[in-house]
């Protein structure tokens, strides 16, 4: 049987349909602690800028970023995140020490295989061993 070598650029082409909204996963983002400082209470910050390794292709006209890249930030770092005074959003996280997008993915991995109160678990233990020092 023959196999079809796609071409390298329809594989890193930018996806047409938007993930639907997870309610769930926003939820569950909102109840762990701050990926930068530790603090409880956070809003789910969508990481927008694009990194197609990990599967992310940000923003583009008309759409929004998926909620798999959505990470907890307090809500003073959430809105220094978007007020661009670190630059991009890019250099915001560069400054901070953290790869969203590699933690954003691990959260994903963990709501979806264990049930929640490991998945809470073991996601605050991952996000507490990776603070910025």
Request: net charge positive.
């Amino acid at each position: 049987m023959a196999s079809r070598i796609v071409p390298q650029s329809t594989v890193l082409s930018f996806p047409k349909t938007r993930a639907p909204k997870k309610a769930d996963y926003l939820r569950f983002i909102r109840l762990l602690p701050c990926c930068i400082s530790g603090v409880m209470g956070v809003e789910a910050a969508h990481v927008s800028y694009a990194d197609p390794w990990y599967g992310s292709y940000g923003r583009g006209k008309g759409s929004k970023v998926s909620d798999r890249f959505a990470v907890p930030l307090s809500s003073g770092l959430h809105a220094l995140q978007h007020s661009g005074k670190h630059g991009s959003e890019q250099s915001f996280w560069t400054d901070h020490g953290v790869q969203p997008h590699c933690l954003a993915n691990t959260l994903f991995g963990l709501f979806h295989d264990y049930d929640e109160m490991d998945a809470l678990q073991f996601a605050t233990a991952r996000i507490m061993q990776g603070l910025p020092k």
